[in-house]
C-alpha cells in the first residue's frame, strides 16, 4: 500500500513478541477498547494528565481523539508519534515518542500505557526498548527522557531496567494534591550499555524528514 502522503504510515518497529505501527481506524478502535478495560487502579493515577478519569466510553474516546491530534498537529519542529502495540496480533496498548525541535536537540520523550491484562508480562520494557532502538539507533537522538510518579514502581522499575539515571524532581498536582514527579535520562553510552532487546525498523527513511533529520 502506498503511504504517499504520510510515510509515517509505514514505519513499523518489532521486537522478538512485538510490533509497534501507527494505528489504522481498525485498530484505533481496537486500542481504544483496550483502553476502556482499564490501565491503572481506581485509586491511583500515574499520568499528569488524567484522561482515564471517566465512564469507559470517555475514556475510549479520549484515546482516540488523541491519536488522531497527534497526526494532525504533526511538525518537523514539533511531533508526537504515538504508536499502536501489538502483541500476537492484538492491541495492548500505547507507545509514545515526543521531539520538539528534535534536529537541534537530538532528545526525545517517551510515555506510554498499558491494558491492566497485559502488564507484568515485560511488555513494558520491550516496547520502551523499541522506541529507545528507533530513537538512538534511527534517528540520532543523544537523551532520551521518561517521567513518573515517585510511587509509579513499574515505569521507574523500566527505566533502571533499561539505563536511565535520575535527573531531577519536580512537584506537580495530580486530582487536586501535589504529588512529586521523578524524572530520568538516558543517554546514547547508557543506552548502549543495557540494551538487551532485538529490535528491527521497517519504513523509517522515508519519513526521516518528518522528525526534523
Not at 500505557?113 to 520491550?126: F, S, V
Request: charged share 25%; with cysteine.
Amino acid at each position: 500500500m502506498s503511504h504517499r502522503y504520510w510515510p509515517l504510515r509505514g514505519l513499523r518497529i518489532r521486537t522478538p513478541r512485538l510490533e509497534l505501527r501507527l494505528p489504522d481506524e481498525a485498530l484505533l478502535d481496537q486500542l481504544a477498547t483496550v483502553a476502556t478495560g482499564g490501565v491503572h487502579a481506581a485509586d491511583r493515577m500515574p499520568f499528569l494528565v488524567p484522561w482515564t478519569d471517566g465512564t469507559p466510553d470517555e475514556v475510549g474516546r479520549v484515546t482516540y481523539q488523541h491519536v488522531l491530534g497527534t497526526i494532525a498537529g504533526w511538525t518537523p519542529e514539533e511531533w508526537h508519534l504515538s504508536l499502536v502495540v501489538l502483541h500476537e496480533g492484538q492491541a495492548v496498548g500505547r507507545q509514545d515518542v515526543m521531539g520538539k525541535e528534535f534536529g537541534v536537540r537530538r532528545e526525545v520523550v517517551t510515555g506510554s500505557w498499558l491494558g491492566l491484562p497485559h502488564q507484568r508480562l515485560g511488555i513494558g520494557t520491550e516496547m520502551r526498548a523499541a522506541a529507545l532502538h528507533l530513537a538512538f539507533a534511527g534517528l540520532g537522538a543523544r537523551y532520551a527522557v521518561s517521567e513518573a510518579w515517585t510511587d509509579n514502581a513499574g515505569s521507574l522499575g523500566v527505566s533502571r531496567k533499561l539505563g536511565y539515571e535520575p535527573d531531577g524532581l519536580q512537584i506537580q498536582v495530580i486530582r487536586g494534591e501535589a504529588a512529586p514527579l521523578r524524572r530520568l535520562r538516558l543517554d546514547r553510552a547508557g543506552w548502549e550499555k543495557h540494551r538487551s532487546v532485538d529490535v528491527t525498523v521497517e519504513g523509517l527513511d522515508a519519513c526521516r524528514v518528518d522528525f526534523g533529520v
